[in-house]
């Protein structure tokens, strides 16, 4: 792969995760208390899942982790640790994301049937992790922010 489509992979997967990482926080910040306010009913709405996310991280990080860690596997700078620690701490976020967090709050939005206490309870504990996922992409983000520091001083 060409060295110039190496480096872009890695500024769109940065920018990709420096976004996602913003938007995990005003979702915890600002949605989240939304969510909390009257669940289950509240669940649904905003739904930024379908309107927000699946065009900003499901689609686009997870595709760009792939196509990163490819690259970061082949890479033999200095780079390589740092490229390799965010492609996999991403990587075991999408994951995450995809067994856990998705199906989750589908579930969540869509039970009309189950106590409050109960659906109270999975929403609590959905929100406790989604603490440790915004964390995982923080330190994604860094690694990758560290990788072009020192891919571009290697240079």
Same mark, same amino acid.
Request: proline share 5%; glycine share 6%.
């Given at each position: 792969?060409? +060295? ?5 992979? =890695?500024? =769109?997967?940065?920018?990709? #995760? ?8 005003? +979702?915890? $910040? /600002?949605?989240?208390? =939304? *969510?909390? &306010?009257?669940?289950?009913? %509240?669940? $649904?709405?905003?739904? %930024? ?6 065009? /900003? %991280? ?5 595709? #760009?982790?792939?196509?990163? !860690?490819?690259?970061? *596997?082949?890479?033999?700078?200095? +780079?390589?640790? *740092?490229? #390799?620690?965010?492609? !996999?701490?991403? =990587?075991? +976020? ?11 709050? !589908?579930?969540?939005?869509?039970? &009309?049937?189950? &106590?409050?206490?109960? /659906? ?12 440790? $996922?915004?964390? !995982? @992409?923080?330190?994604?983000? #860094?690694?990758?922010?560290? @990788?072009?520091?020192?891919? *571009?001083?290697?240079?």
């Amino acid at each position: 792969m060409p +060295e110039t489509s190496v480096r872009a992979l =890695l500024w =769109l997967f940065t920018i990709n #995760l420096g976004i996602v990482f913003g938007a995990g926080l005003y +979702e915890s $910040r /600002v949605v989240v208390p =939304l *969510w909390a &306010s009257a669940p289950p009913g %509240s669940l $649904r709405s905003p739904d %930024s899942g379908r309107r927000f996310w699946a065009f /900003v %991280s499901t689609i686009p990080l997870t595709l #760009l982790t792939l196509a990163n !860690l490819v690259a970061a *596997w082949r890479a033999v700078g200095p +780079e390589r640790t *740092w490229w #390799l620690s965010a492609t !996999l701490v991403v =990587l075991a +976020e999408r994951v995450a994301t995809f067994a856990f967090f998705i199906p989750t709050m !589908l579930r969540l939005q869509r039970d &009309s049937t189950g &106590s409050d206490l109960a /659906v109270g309870h999975a929403f609590a504990r959905w929100v406790r992790l989604n603490h440790l $996922r915004n964390l !995982l @992409t923080l330190t994604a983000w #860094l690694a990758a922010l560290k @990788t072009l520091s020192i891919g *571009w001083v290697a240079q």
